[in-house]
């Protein structure tokens, strides 16, 4: 087969489309515009479907010992001091081969595949490389490539961007990014704290509601595997960026919601801004879109790269299949019809109502969503289907009935 693909974009979803295509023999080369892999705190959560997928690829056995498990999630009034609701995957291990999240950063996730895999499968990466121009033929790609003063061009006969929310390759086909941009921006602060230790009855994957200030609380290994917790907070509307980041801010943020004596210490901290978005098309002739650069949201429910590595295995499907001539071209239209209704009728509209949910402001309707996400945990056909679509399992179904 002698058909080539680019994926420009190192992350999560462009390894794990390198890791599809590679399994099938295609000719892969990514590049990617930083040195080396890079350790973001970003995304964290992998579900129940998409372990599943990885297993195909044969890689969970490997990620699966190396992140936790978290077979339940919760949901905290703050107000109240509460846990509302809590949710046990293990109640779905008739429908998930791995009834549970999979705590795993993406960095992890990204360094398995391109220092194990590629040489394994035997698709390129090329660091510090950037594709800086994309023109499109009838029948083929070409992109100029930048590293330090080199500049080169390649022909590929299909092109995917995975290149994040920004992306150089979703602008060069002038496709718009269509959404809006949250007025606050959030800000992730990682601390060794134990907060399991502290309050056993917290899961690895907790959300609090509070009309004032809402707040995530997940667990993750960490880089030395000992374990870090990550809490997630809106700013305040002007808040700036060294205010947020502060030490005094950072503090004033944990201890407003855990406190204890003594300060915290930080592993890290970031501020980001926060977008709802989905391109206009995941295609483009010989020109495809995948994950961020194809759609972006709010982390709340770990959506984002689940969706992306959904939109991976998808298109490496239908484009391998394309490539050994066992589909005609325009199964790759169908590509982007399927993931972008997967992105706006699910990952968009429950990442959304994720966010509402925890920041209602109006008591009556809090009262009423609290009193609903109650009786929906303690009714299990009730609790199945919300895991249902928790998980992006739903999305995944009604997807597929896409035409």
């Known amino acids: 087969m ?6 420009v974009g190192a992350g999560p979803v462009g390894m794990v489309c390198a890791l599809a295509l590679g399994r099938q023999g295609i000719p892969v080369t990514v590049v990617e515009r930083e040195p080396a892999p890079v350790m973001d705190q970003r995304a964290a959560s992998l579900h129940p479907p998409t372990i599943a997928m990885l297993a195909d690829l ?44 999979l705590q795993y950063e993406q960095y992890k996730l990204t360094d398995d595949v391109s220092t194990r895999y590629a040489d394994e499968i035997g698709f390129a990466v090329r660091f510090s490389t950037e594709a800086t ?46 959404g809006f941009t949250y007025d606050e921006c959030f800000v992730k602060i990682a601390t060794p704290f134990d907060f399991g230790a502290e309050k056993t009855d ?50 004033a943020r944990l201890q407003k919601f855990f406190p204890k004596a003594g300060e915290y210490d930080i592993a890290y901290s970031n501020m980001y801004a926060v977008n709802q978005r989905v391109a206009a098309t995941f295609r483009r002739g010989r020109v495809l879109l995948a994950g961020d650069s194809a ?47 997967a992105a706006t009728a699910f990952v968009q509209a429950q990442s959304i109502q994720n966010k509402r949910l925890l920041e209602e402001g109006d008591p009556a309707v809090r009262a009423a969503h609290l ?8 009714d299990p056909e009730r609790a199945r289907a919300f895991m249902r679509r928790a998980s992006l399992q739903d999305s995944l179904n009604d997807a597929q009935s896409v035409t």
């Open 295 to 341: 759609h972006v949201n709010n982390p709340i429910g770990g959506m984002g790269m689940n969706g992306g590595i959904h939109d991976a295995v998808n298109l490496c499907g239908k484009l391998g299949a394309v490539l050994r001539g066992e589909q005609p071209d325009a199964v790759l239209d169908l590509y982007s019809r399927q993931r972008r209704h």
């Open 58 to 101: 044969g890689i969970a056995d490997t990620i699966i010992a190396k992140g936790l498990i978290a077979p339940n999630f919760q949901y905290h009034d703050r107000v109240a001091g509460e846990i509302v609701a809590e949710f046990d995957l293990g109640l779905m291990k008739d429908e998930f081969r791995y009834p549970f999240v």
């Open 133 to 178: 121009d994309i023109v499109q033929k009838d029948d083929h790609v070409l992109v100029t490539l930048r590293h330090g003063d080199e500049v080169e061009t390649m022909r590929v006969d299909y092109l995917i961007g995975a290149d994040g929310g920004r992306s150089t390759v979703r602008k060069s086909q002038d496709i718009a990014f269509e």
């Open 371 to 378: 009193s609903q996400l109650r009786a929906t945990a303690a």
């Open 2 to 7: 002698s058909q080539h693909v680019m994926i």
């Open 202 to 251: 917290y899961a690895f994957r907790n959300y609090f509601s509070d009309p004032t200030e809402w707040c995530n609380l997940f667990k993750v290994r960490g880089a030395d595997g000992r374990g870090l917790w990550r809490a997630i907070f809106p700013t305040r509307l002007g808040e700036t960026e060294d205010e947020a980041l502060s030490h005094a801010g950072l503090q």
